[in-house]
């Protein structure tokens, strides 16, 4: 059984940092996915790496603040979020799936993780 679960979200003031981890167990993938979603809003696409060659994409909105690593010996990825702003505040969630063309598609889901950023 797909596991994929997150930690690291929380409270923080507005230029700080957090560390989001999505440990994966129960299958293998090609691609994990980090997503946000505001309130009453659809879930969007913050970033992804691919497990294999560490491919990544980002965001145009968190590039050069977020960043997405893995680490294939753990099964664990990370969203390293910096100079975090109040409009990311958001539940995150970590995603695995595979490559479909250029793009990816997405079958697991972590439970999401609040962050808060405080002006």
């Known amino acids: 059984q797909v596991q994929l679960v997150e930690s690291g979200g929380g409270s923080v003031q507005a230029g700080g940092s957090l560390r989001l981890s999505c440990a994966a167990s129960?299958?293998?993938?090609?691609?994990m996915g980090w997503f946000r979603q505001f309130p009453g809003k659809e879930r969007e696409f913050v970033g992804r790496?691919?497990?294999?060659?560490?491919?990544?994409r980002l965001a145009d909105s968190v590039k050069g603040r977020f960043t997405v690593s893995r680490d294939n010996a753990k099964n664990t990825v990370y969203l390293q979020m910096n100079s975090l702003k109040p409009e990311d505040t958001a539940v995150y969630y970590c995603?695995?799936?595979?490559?479909?063309?250029?793009?990816?598609?997405?079958?697991?889901w972590g439970q999401g993780t609040q962050v808060t950023v405080s002006s």
């Open positions: 995603a695995a799936g595979t490559s479909v063309g250029g793009g990816a598609s997405y079958a697991y």
């Open positions: 129960g299958g293998t993938f090609s691609i």
């Open positions: 790496i691919d497990w294999s060659g560490g491919s990544l």
